[in-house]
């Protein structure tokens, strides 16, 4: 199984950016979709972004983070990212790297989906 590990959290203003990065380590080989998703305090841990790891162009992203992130991956690091511009208040949770063996598919969006996640990291949005 593989291990994940997110890092580059912490506070930002309002309108400003923050890149979040997760490596990969252990088994990755049969990894096909790695996520971003986020949980605020009472709140269900939800999806923001998650990409194909194997096919070029395939992301869904949640519609309030539509235009303002981006999600990438570099293989050969085995690292995930999320670039995060246009920070709002509402953006405050901690956030979630997770990745899945399943197949890519209109599923992905669901936290059941994942079989591994990392520790999380916060990510606080000044107003």
């Known amino acids: 199984q593989a291990q994940l590990t997110e890092s580059g959290g912490g506070l930002a203003q309002t309108g400003g950016s923050l890149r979040l990065s997760c490596a990969s380590s252990?088994?990755?080989?049969?990894?096909?979709?790695m996520g971003w998703f986020r949980q605020a305090p009472g709140k269900e841990r939800t999806l923001v972004a998650t990409?194909?790891?194997?096919?070029?162009?395939?992301?869904v992203y949640e519609d309030s983070v539509e235009g303002r992130f981006t999600i990438t991956r570099d293989k050969f690091k085995n690292t995930l990212y999320l670039q995060m511009n246009d920070l709002k208040p509402e953006d405050t949770a901690i956030y979630y790297c997770a990745s899945s063996t399943g197949a890519w598919g209109p599923w992905v969006p669901r936290p059941d989906v994942y079989d591994t996640w990392g520790q999380g990291i916060q990510v606080t949005v000044s107003s």
């Open positions: 252990g088994r990755t080989f049969n990894t096909n979709v």
């Open positions: 990409l194909a790891w194997n096919i070029d162009g395939q992301t």
